[in-house]
């Protein structure tokens, strides 16, 4: 992501860090389930790429999940 593009935002949906942690949850599953997580929940990866809270929040959230047996 260029500095161009973060300025500008996404060209998508906007997703705010509320919706985003709302959200989270599912995003990481269907990511650990080999599904494409921007087909159910749009604008969320770009959120992602642009808030280190939330990217922050998610490294955490994916790497609790898959250290989870089953």
Known sequence: MSLFDGLLGPEGPEVGCDDC???LDRYVELELAGQDPDAHL??????L???Q????EH???RALLA????
């Open 67 to 70: 250290d989870e047996p089953g």
């Open 53 to 56: 809270a939330c990217r922050e």
């Open 42 to 47: 749009p604008g969320l990866r770009a959120h």
């Open 49 to 51: 790429a642009g808030c």
């Open 21 to 23: 942690f709302a959200d």
């Open 59 to 61: 490294a955490s959230l």
